[in-house]
């Protein structure tokens, strides 16, 4: 089991920035690929970005390749999600997740956590 808590969320202006947090806490964190999620009201669950296992591999939806920036810290327990220049459309409620391997599908991911509202206001 792992357990994931998010943190970070806000309300920000159009191109500010915002760093998102992600501890975890039960079985190996480094031993999991991870991801952020976002899910806007009315609106499918959609993948943000993931990395693997050691850090050495990153994804990302085209809609925030360039502006978004994921990484890891093992030691720590900690995954981020660098959002720079965000934009109203970027509003949704973000989620990290944790499973065997970084992929892009929701399917792939075995441990959620509970969210962290981003709202990017024009």
């Known amino acids: 089991q792992v357990q994931l808590v998010e943190s970070g969320g806000g309300l920000v202006q159009a191109g500010d920035s915002l760093r998102l947090s992600c501890v975890a806490s039960g079985r190996t964190f480094s031993s999991y690929g991870m991801a952020w999620f976002r899910q806007a009201p009315g609106k499918e669950r959609e993948f943000v970005a993931a990395i693997s296992w050691s850090g050495g591999s990153t994804y990302y939806a085209d809609s925030v390749k360039g502006r978004f920036t994921i990484s890891r810290w093992n030691t720590r327990n900690t995954l981020y999600l660098q959002m720079n220049s965000l934009k109203p459309e970027d509003t949704a409620v973000y989620y990290c997740?944790?499973?065997?391997?970084?992929?892009?599908?929701?399917?792939?991911?075995?441990?959620w956590g509970q969210g962290t509202q981003v709202t990017v206001s024009s």
């Open positions: 997740a944790a499973g065997s391997t970084a992929r892009t599908g929701v399917e792939w991911y075995d441990y």
